[in-house]
């Protein structure tokens, strides 16, 4: 082999990021209106809220560590931040298709930012106030996975509680 051996940590994050994205998106990608505001049980977040707190998080952790700010990050703190209520209403939200065009525009500035980052840089201990989530910025990619599987989890849920087959298996 020619050239630097790929950092562990980052292979591990980058795989870690697009598979779980992978399921998200093979999750929601046949989904309707009245299917992504579906809320189980009345209660439980349904699929847009979900992924618009997922777009949400991502422009946020970004943010802390020094990459851009997103617009989103104010804007849809009511709909999508932490706290925030989940509604059976699509017009309670964005539009549907800008929510989804931020989920990925958020991922792929996710991607990129990491992406741009030096080893050096992804063994940078985690800023103040995020610590609890992992000791490194590289690291931290692990925990942005395991926060989305954690979303598409309740997706699945959704999907079938509104008598709708698995995607995976």
């Known amino acids: ?4 051996m790929p950092d562990p940590v980052f ?7 697009a598979f779980t994205r992978g399921v998200t998106e093979k999750l929601i990608a046949d989904l309707d209106e009245t299917q992504l505001v579906f809320m189980p049980h009345g209660q439980a977040n349904n ?18 560590l ?47 930012f990491f992406g741009q ?3 050096a840089q992804l063994a940078q201990p985690m800023p103040e106030g995020l610590e609890f989530f992992a000791p490194t910025q590289g690291q931290f990619m692990a ?18 509680s509104h008598g709708m087959p698995p995607t995976l298996g």
Request: proline fraction near 6%; glycine fraction near 12%.
């Open 11 to 17: 292979e591990a994050g980058r795989h870690a990021l």
């Open 47 to 64: 699929a847009l809220w979900n992924i618009g707190h997922i777009a949400h998080t991502d422009a946020y952790f970004l943010m802390k």
């Open 143 to 160: 925990v942005v996975a395991r926060h989305e599987g954690l979303h598409s989890g309740q997706i699945s849920t959704a999907r079938r």
């Open 66 to 112: 020094g990459g851009p700010k997103s617009e989103i990050i104010e804007a849809w703190k009511g709909h999508f931040g932490g706290g925030s209520v989940c509604s059976p209403n699509a017009k309670d939200y964005p539009p549907i298709a800008k929510v989804r065009e931020e989920f990925h525009k958020q991922r792929q500035a996710v991607f990129d």
């Open 1 to 4: 082999r020619t050239g630097p």
């Open 117 to 119: 980052r030096t080893p």
